[in-house]
């Protein structure tokens, strides 16, 4: 072992990270190790659905650690059962699967669908994702993404999978084939930048995968449990997928995902699916604690309400500053910088103590906790507001 001279060096570098610590965090406020306070609209990407440490997750962790952690995967436990109960009585599906992270859910979705394919379709395994699209960053989910950055890296990738454009129903039609077995996509392009599918694209797209016996997979791993206004993406087009994944948000901080599917679909035998942590009674009961609390009607009205006001005051701080367009749903929204500013923009938000972020140079994202308050809200925008307003006077005198 070598001695690392700085904490920081003894951490795989897989990113660049600004050079403070956190220690702290209560609803939309993060604490850095000298005291300095931040204002929280990134909320660990879209994961603390009630912000920070919120009590109800707290308690829920507190009671079920002292009562049981983990009895073996081989075995049922209360909070795994409440919370897929309380997952089939609020959605379209018949049966769940837990799992660790998105990226594991995801994997999820394939081997069923792979699945589904050998029994019921002579062997049919391809699935067609999309440009742009991101599912994780296992071997299987980056093949199935559609970020370029990724098209150079750990080669040779998992074949089955072909990309076709978002919003273009033509283009998946030319890629079905008697190997297609499934269609995955998320209904907002997250990481690419906040790019919504259209409601009747989803629609044609279900048409489509109906007509040809295919499979649909949402992968709502960004947009799920009440992100994006309703408890579902998927319920704004007014139409149920065969296949879905949970992530980020169910957790509400801790590393929970779902894999779910209508009963046609759920097609697992024993031996083809399984894992030492899925479906532990620790993160059930953190989960089961989000769950119930996001579903609540006055719950998902008041995120509606935040989402539209984060909107329009985004859309006044655009015109303001000769900026484009917003786009997204509920509190998954991104501004159009019009230019490559976006990694500068976050820097002098963070120097101010606000965390925005920015999934492309060109664009912000704002995903703050679904509880989000009006005034947190408008303390963002004034943050943001001083900051858009130094880098055009900057770029004046450039
Ligand atoms: C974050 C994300 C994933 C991957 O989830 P991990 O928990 O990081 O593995 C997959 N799909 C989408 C849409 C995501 O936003």
Redesign the pocket.
Known sequence: MTYASHPFDALMDITARPKAVFVRGKGSYLWDESGKRYLDFMQG??VNSLGHSPDVIADALAAQSALLLTPSPAFYNGPSLKLAKALIERSCFDQVFFAN????A?EGAIKLARKYGSLYKNGAHEIITFEGG????TLA?MSASGKKAFEPLFEPKVPGFRKAKLNDIESVKALITRSTVAVML?PIQ??AGVWPATDEFLRQLRALTRAHGLLLIF?E???GVGRTGKLFHYEHAGIEPDIM?L??GIGGGVPL?VLLATENASCFEHGDQGGTFNGNPLMCAAGLAVLETVSRPEFLKATTDAGLFVESELQKLSARHGLGDVRGRGLLLALDLKLPIGPSIVAQAFAEGVLINSPQPDALRFMPALNVTREEISLMIGCLDAVLTKAGAARQVA
Not at 101 to 104: D, F, I, L, M, Q
Not at 134 to 137: D, I, P, T, V
């Open positions: 990407w879209a992270s998105g990226a594991e995801n991101f599912h994780g960053r989910t998320e997250g990481e992968d791993i960004q947009t994944t992530g980020k995902a």
